[in-house]
C-alpha cells in the first residue's frame, strides 16, 4: 500500500501542473479549430425605387461558405443570414448586381464565397 501511495504522491506538484498544462492545451486548440459551414440563401432586394417593379430574380438563392470557430460557428442561426442586392442601383430592365450579406450576424466569420457572386434582376417600370 505504501508503494501505491508513493506513486501518486510522489512529486505531486509537478504532476499537478502537468495535469494543469495539458488540459490549457486542449482546451487552447478545442477553442481555435476551424469550421465551414455551406448554405443556400434566398436574395433580397433592399431597398428599391417604388416607380420599379421587380419582375424576377435569377438565380433566386446562392451558396454562401463561411468559415469561423468551431463552437462559435455552432451559435449562429443561419436562417437570420440575409443576402440582399443594392436596390439604388436598379434602372428599369435588366441589372447584372453584386450580391451582399448582412454582416451583423457573421462579424466574426470570414466569407469564402459567395455563389455566383452576381444575380440578373429584371425591372420594370410602375405603370
Known amino acids: 500500500m505504501e508503494k501505491i501511495k508513493g506513486i501518486f504522491l510522489n512529486n505531486l506538484p509537478l ?11 486542449w482546451l487552447n486548440i478545442t477553442s481555435t479549430q476551424k469550421a465551414r459551414v455551406e448554405f443556400y440563401s434566398d436574395v433580397e432586394i433592399k431597398p428599391y425605387p417604388k ?18 470557430p468551431k463552437n462559435a460557428l455552432s ?20 441589372n447584372l448586381l453584386p450580391v451582399e450579406i448582412s454582416k451583423d450576424l457573421i462579424k466574426n466569420f470570414k466569407i469564402i464565397s459567395i455563389y455566383p457572386d452576381r444575380v440578373l434582376v429584371y425591372a420594370k417600370k410602375r405603370k
Not at 437570420?80 to 436596390?87: A, H, L, M, N, P
Request: a negative charge; glycine letters at 6%; aromatic letters at 6%.
Open 15 to 25: 504532476k499537478i501542473l502537468s495535469l494543469l498544462v495539458a488540459f490549457l492545451l
Open 75 to 94: 451559435n449562429v442561426n443561419i436562417s437570420q443570414i440575409q443576402t440582399y442586392v443594392d436596390g439604388f442601383k436598379l434602372k428599369e430592365g435588366e
Open 51 to 68: 416607380d420599379l417593379i421587380i419582375e424576377q430574380i435569377q438565380p433566386e438563392k446562392v451558396l454562401i461558405i463561411i468559415e469561423g
